[in-house]
């Protein structure tokens, strides 16, 4: 393969076992290279770019709490169902399709 | 990394940040790169790029809607002004940024 | 001549305008850099910025007016200018 990192794909990427994310946890995972925040809020699993909209920290490190993660770096909060930056809407983080199939989390780039 | 380098690397960060928000940097080359420097030694000293015209305090709670682009914290006050507080970041449709005075929050109305 | 004081920050260059703006006009004026002040001076600075809804520097008071941001035009009609 020529040239830099190819995200562009229609395709479902396994990225983890589906027991293995807790209800109100977050993981981080890298399907095709691509920092990504997984979390299960109110038994729904959400995916959501993994690098702060702001500065780029990794949101792993931070905290997740009724589905608002919040950057370790300077406090950005983002609704991981919907990546919206909560203090600015226009704002936000990339998110990406879910589903799980035979016990695996499957995450689509787009 | 050198200051200028990591101007250059806020910079690239607040642009997409502020951009969305329907600001842009200020025109004002001289100022632009003031405040930029000024954020890098804040940075060096605490870690955290802050405005260099608002008073950091003991509470972090305070201090971080004081790091830049502090726009999200404090959209009434600056949409109402077209430019922050720093005046680093302006309205888009802003060409000349001289003409926009520091009006304090306590004398805008919020909207 | 009104007594001046205005509170400042090292980094602000809006603080240095204003110093610049007095000592152009030959206003003699007392000033205290936030940043580089101790912590029970910044204590008393932001108690007195809190108590005028102020949210940023400079911080003006000529006589018994407070003047917040950078605002020359005012500084002149105070002071007479």
């Known amino acids: 393969m020529q040239g830099g990192l190819i995200v562009a794909t229609t395709e479902w990427i396994p990225v983890m076992d589906d027991a293995s994310l807790p209800e109100g946890g977050m993981q981080s995972a890298y399907p095709r290279g691509l920092n990504v925040v997984i979390a299960r809020v109110d038994g729904t699993v959400y995916a959501v770019s993994g690098a702060c909209a702001h500065m780029g920290c990794p ?27 909560l203090d600015a809407p226009e704002v936000r983080l990339t998110v990406y399709p879910v589903r799980s199939e035979n016990g695996k989390l499957f995450i689509n780039l787009g | 990394m050198t200051v200028e380098t990591r101007k250059q690397t806020l910079h690239y960060f607040f642009a997409k940040v502020v951009d969305r928000l329907g600001y ?39 201090n971080m809607t004081l790091v830049c ?30 003409s926009l005075p520091q009006i304090p929050a306590s004398e805008v109305k919020r909207g | 001549m009104p007594n001046i004081i205005m509170y400042t920050l090292s980094t602000c260059p809006w603080c240095r305008k204003t110093k610049n703006f ?17 912590e029970a001076t910044q204590e008393r600075i932001m108690a007195e910025l809190d108590a005028h809804g102020a949210n940023g520097f400079p911080f003006v008071r000529i006589g018994e007016t407070v003047i917040m941001g950078y605002n020359p035009g005012r500084y002149q009609e105070l002071l007479g200018l």
């Open chain 1, 59 to 85: 949101l792993f490190t931070g905290s997740l709490a009724a589905g608002i993660l919040t950057c370790p770096c300077h406090d950005w909060r983002f609704d991981v169902r919907t990546g919206e930056f």
């Open chain 2, 24 to 62: 842009k940097f200020t025109p004002d080359e001289d100022l632009r790169d003031f405040l930029l420097e000024q954020e890098v030694l804040l940075e060096q000293k605490h870690g955290i790029p802050f405005c260099p015209c608002q008073p950091i305090t003991r509470e972090r709670a305070h």
């Open chain 2, 69 to 98: 682009p502090c726009i999200p914290f404090h959209r009434a006050h600056y949409d109402a002004m077209k430019r922050c507080w720093c005046g680093l970041f302006v309205h888009k449709d802003v060409t000349d940024p001289d």
């Open chain 3, 22 to 38: 007095f000592k152009q006009h030959g206003v003699p004026f007392q000033f205290i850099d936030y940043d580089l002040a101790d």
